[in-house]
């Protein structure tokens, strides 16, 4: 495991003093999170998207053409997404919105593992893989119901019970406007931010890749912790480049050893 060096601790030292002085302070989260619970990456190199082309099997043209082609896929990626378990970034996040000093988070990731660790205020901008919905009817289905469903219907993927369309979980593909709420929110909270904890995500996706300029603008501060660089480090007042799961609990623990010192 790469070792925490002395630059990275003042940073750390550094991050957790402007998230404990923080009013407004948000996260916003990517697929760099969630790759530490086992989860493959879709867009970054050697991803998914290079062995499944999102053209053919991640979009929602394709998908309404041909909704088994997609389900092929889900089948064979979705053990990884169901099994994983929140680790120790997401459990930092929770614990930073249980002291109070997180307001909400934003993710890009459909896992649901934020709230698995405890985390309450969450907006998922690209949906959740926990959820499924009729295209016709509008109708809810359990993922269990679904699982029932791929046994029996092989040659279509799941239909509706009721209307016989198309099933598909909550996600939004490629093709699909993000959902309005969320994005709303998301935006708003950006606005409203003193402090935007970045972590896992590349800020390469739009439009969710603009929300940290929202913060910006307003002279809010960027804590970005990626294992890779981003287009925003400059503009960032703290950036660690290090595995997430090591740096938030290292955060916590400072922010820990301040509000003693301050007691």
Known sequence: MKIINLLEKKKIQQAANLLLNSKE???LTGAG???ESGIP???SE???WEKYKPEIYGNIKSFLRNPKKFWEMAQKIAPNIFK????LGHYA???????GILKAIITQNIDELHQQAGSVIVYEVHGSVNRFSCL???ASYTKEQIYRKLKREKKTGPICDFCAAPLKPSVVLFGEGLPRFEMYQSQALAQKADVMLITGSSLSVAPVCDLPLYTLREKGKLIIVNDQPTDLDEKAEVVINH?????LPLIVEEIKKLLKELK
């Not at 994983?84 to 680790?87: I, L, Q, R, T």
């Not at 996040?93 to 002291?99: I, P, T």
């Not at 595995?243 to 740096?247: A, E, L």
């Open 84 to 87: 994983a378990k929140p680790n």
């Open 33 to 35: 999170i969630s790759t």
């Open 243 to 247: 595995k997430i799961g090591r740096v």
């Open 136 to 138: 016709g009817c509008r």
């Open 25 to 27: 302070a948000i996260a």
């Open 93 to 99: 996040l929770a614990e930073l919105e249980d002291m």
């Open 41 to 43: 990456d879709f867009r």
């Open 46 to 48: 050697g991803g998914l």
